[in-house]
């Protein structure tokens, strides 16, 4: 297997850094390209999507995964994140992927947990991946998100203090403008959504929409059992890991 640290300024002009892990061997591999969640990074929860990654490799599947733009090591401040600007880096890192010799551009894959997940629902209609892979997709974030940030600022709180990370009102207020159910349509490839059994933050009614959105019948909606939000635990880890590459091997 071969990593590579990689970097190019998106459409902004900040620079985006990066990790892609690929497959022994040469020529054009099918590649997933990996979402984090909010307040995350491209390593994921506790490295999970290091091992899903490596995993991947192991399958014969590339694997890109970027901080977004204010985020991890990427350019940027925190609170000048919009979900906006979550979607132009996606649209962004998509189009650097397809002009990478090790891609093969009609086995591309956008995948995403939580916030990730969202982000990759809302852009897959436009980006149409040869597969979409929903890990708890977070929607849950933009249930009264306008409304929370009203009633803040009305308390006189103008910022969200996230354990040290400075949080922009002008994120809600931008995300309140989406709608995750109605934007995720139109997309047509094969689907695959996977939550935990134990997931505090995305619930099964939210899963169970996303998947009726979809009219490809290569579509699954897979449980993890005992699973958290982070697919904490061997098992759980091992076996979401599990499910992804067998989606992606079928691509």
């Known amino acids: 297997m071969k990593t590579l640290q990689i970097e190019f300024a998106n459409r902004q002009g900040l620079v985006l850094r990066g990790i892609v892990t690929l497959p022994d061997g040469e020529g054009a ?17 506790k490295g999970l999507h290091i091992t899903m990654a490596r995993k991947l490799a192991e ?28 979607i132009q880096d996606t649209e962004d890192i998509w189009n650097w992927a397809k002009e990478q010799p090790y891609v093969d551009c009609d086995r591309m894959i956008l995948s995403g947990h939580s916030m990730g997940g969202f982000v990759a629902a809302t852009s897959a209609p436009r980006l149409h991946p040869a597969g979409l892979i929903l890990m708890c997709p977070g929607k849950q974030m933009w249930d009264g998100c306008g409304e929370r940030s009203r009633a803040m600022e009305q308390h006189g709180i103008l910022f969200g203090d996230i ?66 939000h982070n697919f904490s635990g061997i098992p759980c880890r091992t076996e979401l890991t599990k499910q992804v590459c067998l989606f992606a091997k079928e691509i």
């Open 29 to 45: 591999f099918p590649v997933v390209i990996n979402l984090h969640g909010f307040t995350g990074t491209k390593e994921g929860h």
């Open 59 to 86: 399958e014969g599947i590339g694997c890109i995964r970027f901080d977004f733009s204010n985020n991890g090591e990427s350019d940027g401040e925190f609170e000048n994140m919009t979900f906006t600007s979550l």
């Open 163 to 228: 354990e040290g990370l400075k949080f922009s009102h002008a994120f809600n207020y931008d995300l309140e403008k989406y709608n995750p159910f109605e934007d995720a349509k139109g997309y047509e490839g094969p689907v695959l959504i996977v939550r935990g059994t134990k997931d505090e933050l995305v619930d099964e009614e939210t899963c169970e929409t996303y998947l009726s959105l979809y009219q490809n019948p290569n579509k699954h909606l897979v449980h993890v059992e005992n699973a958290n």
